[in-house]
Each structure stands twice: as C-alpha cells, then as structure tokens.
C-alpha cells in the first residue's frame, strides 16, 4: 500500500505528504519491485499520478518536481511552479471534459496517462485554458505583491487576508473543491495564498455594507491526508473512517465563543465539528473551519473587524516549526 489516506498500511520509508510522492520515493528505493498491476478506487489528479508513476518510472524520475507539484494542487489546493500547475491544469482539463464524460475509471486513468505522457514529454501544446488560469495566478500574485489584499501575519500560524470593497464577495469568498481547474471565478485562488502561507491558518476578511464584515477562517488544505513533512493543525481526532475528522480543539472552541459573545450582527459564528475532503461547515465547503454565516451556512456581514477577529484567534494554535511553505 502506498497512499497518504488515514488510516493506511504505508511503510515509513515511503511516507511522504502525496501519494504521488510516496510512490516516487517506492520507485527511488533500489529493493522495488516494478509493477504490472496497481488499483486504485477513485478518480482525481493526485490518483491519476500515483498510479502514472508506477507504471512509467523513467518519465516520471525525470520530472519528479512537476508530478509532486501537480498532486499537491489537486489534493491540497497547494502552490505549485508553472510545470506543475500546467500538468494538473491540462490532466484534469481532459479528464472532465464532455468528451470524457462517457469514460469508466480505467478510460479516465488511461487518458490521464495520455495526458500526463504528452504534457511531461512536451509533446503537448498548452491549451488556451491553461494559459488563461495562469494568468489568474499570476493576478492573485500582484494583489498581493502591490497590497490590493492586504495581508498581516497576526502569528505564526495565523496570516489575515483583507479584500478591498472593490472584490466582489463571491469572489473574495469562494470555496473551491479540490481538484478544480483555476479559472476567473475567485479573486485570489487558495494555491496563490498558499505560496507563502500554506501551512497556517488564514483569516479571509471582505468589507460590508455599514462598516461590517464577511469572514471566514480556513484551515491549511491538507489537514485531511497524512503529510508528515508538513505541519498537523492541532484539535483534529480520526473518527477511524476514511479521512474523516472530528474538530476537537477546546481553545479555538473557547476562541468561537467568544467572538459569539461579541457579535451584535445577525449572524452566528460556527465552528466546523468534522472535517473531511469534501465537508465542513454546511454551506461553506472544505477547508473552512470557521465563519460567521446565516441559516444556510452562507457568510453574511458581522459587527467584528478583521482585527478584532484575528485578537481573538491569534492565541489558540501553538508556535514551532516553519510556518511558510
């Protein structure tokens, strides 16, 4: 078994933050033994990779860089260099296209294949929507780079993000699920806000009408997996099925309440009670973690500003560790 899912039978030497990775590091250990048969049960990029990975070792050594990039953007909502970026983009481009649509599984992988082949042999000139998310990248990378988002960070494990009243909040608030093609749907996409600060909690804050505010807390984008190189988000206990989380953290419980207690707005703020892939707070997505929502789970404005909203978070994770990257 080589898989990053919780609870896995991986053997420590493999260990690594991706499938993908893992199976490289299998592929890099002189005792393997080459493969004529892998399985795997479900269909995105980080699954598509790892099973490429073994069945073409000599393509995927040579581009090792690229293939972890790309299963980190899939999985994890990860920053990953151009290379990386272009191999999930046109992977996963291909794989949801119509002309897929009447593929089963082992059609969908075969084709990832294909993809992954031309793309990581450059025999695949980059679709027109690829250059275009690109471009969406590189967007996200000037707001902050010239202080359109204004970013602080609050601690080690806290970064604040705070849009001008020129994003629109669908934009500045969007939750993309995994393994999504970027797109001109959200302002600033995870993986750019990741670049720096992947392995923190972000506080994303979006001015309202009358001096109010939207916000929502997210926790890092791989919290659901296994990744022993990357930082653990504390207060999270294994219910024992498939990367399924309870949230169990008494301080950042306390730290909720609180901002409860303050909010003279008409919305709640509600913590996540599990965590998974693909669920967290009903109506707001994975990796939300915290927000201040109506009914529905839809952010609407609080009488907190980002400030008062990131005193009341910036005690509740612990230091140590690097907390960029």
Not at 179 to 189: F, G, K, S, T
Request: aromatic share 8%.
């Amino acid at each position: 078994e080589l898989s990053h899912w919780v609870p896995n039978a991986t053997d420590d030497r493999y260990k690594a933050d991706t499938s993908t990775e893992i199976c490289l590091r299998y592929l890099e250990d002189p005792a393997h033994v080459p493969a004529d048969l892998v399985v795997n049960d479900h269909v995105d990029i980080d699954g598509i990779l790892s099973l490429y990975v073994l069945l073409h070792p000599d393509i995927a050594l040579d581009n090792r860089d690229a293939l972890v990039g790309a299963a980190e953007m899939g999985d994890f909502l990860a920053w990953s260099d151009r290379p990386g970026f272009v191999l999930a983009q046109e992977l996963w481009r291909a794989v949801t296209s119509p002309a897929a649509a009447h593929l089963d599984p082992n059609g969908k992988y075969a084709l990832g294949f294909d993809v992954a082949t031309d793309v990581l042999t450059t025999r695949l000139e980059e679709s027109p929507s690829t250059t275009a998310g690109w471009r969406c990248i590189e967007h996200g990378l000037a707001l902050l780079e010239d202080g359109g988002v204004a970013t602080r960070s609050v601690s080690e494990r806290l970064v604040s993000f705070v849009f001008p009243d020129s994003v629109d909040p669908v934009e500045a608030h969007g939750v993309p699920p995994l393994n999504q093609l970027v797109d001109e749907r959200l302002a600033l996409w995870p993986q750019v806000r990741n670049r720096e600060h992947g392995q923190r909690l972000q506080l994303l804050s979006s001015p309202a009408e009358s001096g109010t505010w939207r916000h929502d807390l997210w926790a890092p984008g791989y919290c659901w997996a296994e990744t022993p190189n990357r930082w653990a988000l504390p207060g999270l206990e294994s219910t024992g099925d498939s990367n399924r989380w309870s949230v169990r953290d008494a301080a950042l419980s306390d730290a909720v309440g609180a901002l409860r207690a303050r909010e003279s707005g008409p919305g709640d703020w509600v913590l996540a009670e599990m965590l998974t892939p693909f669920e967290t707070i009903a109506g707001r997505g994975f990796p939300v973690l915290v927000s201040c929502v109506d009914g529905r789970g839809d952010p609407v404005p609080s009488s907190l500003s980002p400030d008062d909203v990131a005193e009341h978070l910036s005690a509740v994770w612990p230091s140590g560790g690097a907390a960029s990257g």
